[in-house]
C-alpha cells in the first residue's frame, strides 16, 4: 500500500509529460518538398534472393539461349551453360540496369593468373566486369575477379571456391555523349559478389583493354551485354535484368 501511494506522483508526471509531448508534436510543421510524386510503380519481388523480379528480362534461364548470339555454341546442362569457342551477345540492347549473372569458375583447377577460370561480363559490350578464380590465385589486381579490367581491383577478394556458385548483381549507369564524341558523363558501375560490394559506384575510365590504355568512345546509350569465351569452361546460370527508369517529380507551377 505504501509503496503504491509512493508511486503515483511518479505515474501522474509521466501522464504530464506525455501530454506536453503530444501538444508539442501537434505544434510541429511537416515538411513537404512541393515536388509532386507520381506513385512508384508495384513490382513483385522473386520469392527468395537471387530469383527474378516480375518486371525482369530473363536473359538465360538455364534451358536455351535463345536470347544471346552465338549462344548455339555454348553447351547447356543441367541448367546452367558452358562457355566454348566464341563470346555471346545478348540480342537485344540495354541502357542503364541491374543485372543477376551467377557464374562458377571450373571445380578441376586448371592453369594460373588470368588463365584459370577467366570470363567476363562486358557492360555495353565493351566494359569489363572480370570473372575469375580468384580463390587462392594471384594474379595483377587490377585483373582479378570483380575487378573492372585493368582499371581497378575489387575492394576486397569474396571469391567462393572454384566450383561453387558465385554472384554479381550489377548496377549499371550508360556513359552520357555530347555530339561531337565527347563524354557528357562517364559510365558508372557498382559491383556486389556473393552480397558483398566490390565495386561502389566507380566511374568507368572507358573500355577497358588487355593492350591498351582505357578510352571512350562515343556509342548509344543502349548497348547489348557480352559474356566472354576466355578458352576456361566457366559457367553461368540465372542470367536476369531490370532497366532503371528513374522516379521524376513535378514541382508545382
Ligand atoms: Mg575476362
Known amino acids: ?27 510541429q510543421k511537416e515538411y513537404k518538398s512541393g515536388i509532386i ?11 527468395k534472393p537471387g530469383d527474378p523480379p516480375a518486371d525482369a528480362v530473363i536473359l538465360f534461364d538455364g534451358k536455351d539461349l535463345s ?28 541502357g542503364d540496369y541491374q543485372l543477376h549473372v551467377e557464374f562458377a569458375t571450373p571445380e578441376k ?13 562486358f557492360l555495353a559490350n565493351r566494359y569489363e566486369v572480370q570473372v575469375l578464380d580468384s580463390y587462392d590465385n594471384k594474379t595483377y589486381f587490377d585483373g582479378q575477379c570483380g575487378s573492372l579490367y585493368k582499371q581497378t581491383p575489387p575492394m576486397v577478394n569474396v571469391c567462393r571456391k572454384p566450383g561453387e556458385w558465385q554472384t554479381y548483381d550489377i548496377i549499371f549507369e550508360s556513359p552520357r555523349f555530347e555530339d561531337d564524341g ?5 559510365g558508372i558501375v557498382t559491383v556486389i559478389q556473393n552480397g ?9 575510365h572507358g573500355s577497358t583493354h588487355y593492350d ?10 543502349r548497348q547489348p551485354i557480352r559474356l566472354q569465351n576466355h578458352g576456361n569452361p566457366v559457367k553461368f546460370r540465372n542470367i536476369w535484368l531490370r532497366e532503371m527508369t528513374p522516379i521524376v517529380g513535378k514541382k508545382p507551377g
Open 1 to 27: 500500500m505504501i509503496r503504491n501511494k509512493l508511486l503515483r506522483p511518479a505515474a501522474v508526471g509521466a501522464v504530464v509529460l506525455a501530454a506536453v509531448a503530444a501538444n508539442v508534436l501537434a505544434l
Open 212 to 221: 591498351m590504355p582505357a578510352a571512350y568512345e562515343k556509342h548509344p546509350l
Open 67 to 94: 536470347k544471346w548470339n552465338g549462344g548455339e555454341k555454348w553447351k547447356i546442362e543441367n541448367g546452367y551453360a558452358i562457355v566454348q569457342k566464341s563470346d555471346i551477345t545478348t540480342k537485344d540492347s540495354f
Open 37 to 47: 510524386w507520381p506513385e512508384p510503380r508495384v513490382v513483385a519481388p522473386g520469392e
Open 182 to 186: 565527347k563524354v557528357a558523363k562517364p
Open 109 to 121: 583447377v586448371t592453369g594460373s593468373s588470368q588463365g584459370r577460370g577467366n570470363s567476363g561480363v
Open 196 to 204: 558483398v560490394v566490390v565495386q561502389n559506384h566507380f566511374e568507368l
